[in-house]
């Protein structure tokens, strides 16, 4: 019996294997409204919450297309549509993306799974954003395994001279040296490499990296 293409993604995704982030949130029914009131009290306090924006916001001409991979609340994509880009958030966690639809109302906010996400244009060819971002530790906090899908799946959907913007922290469970080999089966680059969002150095010491990615910066 054939399965149309929507009900075989349905059944793809009904299967994988839950993310940690998953996991943590069966084991804390509170982590994403921790998540939320934990970035509201830093907002309140006037701590400085838009590095990654900025970042970011250098690399693009005005009204870029921008896909904020693992969204979240929208904390980076909303400050991104604020400064006049056109942003879509992936995000599997419902509760985090209803605070997105809430605060950031204008901009497009979709539930599906970053290893097999599709997004088509008029055409059904897969929509491509000068600018993907992948912040807030998301490939940590992958399903096992998933790494690899999941940054194919980002150069997927990267336009041709666009970049990929991926930061995380090396003390977790994903390494660099598996970082770097999904980087190459997708075909990916480094264009630079920092330690912080305001583009300190990066070293073999570094505790995070800040990764700007391209197609042809091998």
Request: hydrophobic share 40%; with cysteine.
């Amino acid at each position: 019996m054939a399965f149309p293409c929507f009900a075989l993604r349905f059944y793809a995704q009904s299967m994988s294997e839950e993310t940690l982030w998953q996991k943590q949130s069966r084991n804390n029914p509170q982590q994403a409204k921790n998540y939320i009131q934990a970035f509201a009290t830093l907002r309140t306090a006037g701590k400085d919450l838009h590095g990654e924006a900025r970042f970011v916001d250098a690399l693009l001409q005005r009204n870029a297309r921008v896909l904020d991979a693992g969204c979240g609340t929208g904390r980076v994509g909303g400050e991104l549509a604020r400064r006049s880009h056109r942003v879509t958030g992936i995000d599997l966690d419902v509760e985090l993306l209803t605070q997105a639809r809430e605060d950031f109302p204008d901009s497009r906010w979709v539930h599906q799974d970053l290893s097999t996400f599709e997004l088509n244009d008029n055409d059904l060819e897969p929509e491509v954003f000068e600018a993907i971002i992948c912040t807030g530790n998301v490939l940590p906090f992958l399903a096992p395994g998933t790494s690899e899908a999941v940054v194919q799946n980002l150069a997927r959907h990267l336009a041709e001279d666009g970049r990929l913007v991926i930061g995380f922290s090396l003390e977790k469970t994903y390494s660099l040296i598996q970082f770097e080999k999904d980087l190459e089966a997708a075909q990916l680059g480094f264009v630079a490499r920092f330690s912080t969002w305001d583009m300190r150095e990066f070293s073999e010491d570094s505790d995070f990296i800040v990764a700007l990615l391209s197609r042809n910066a091998h």
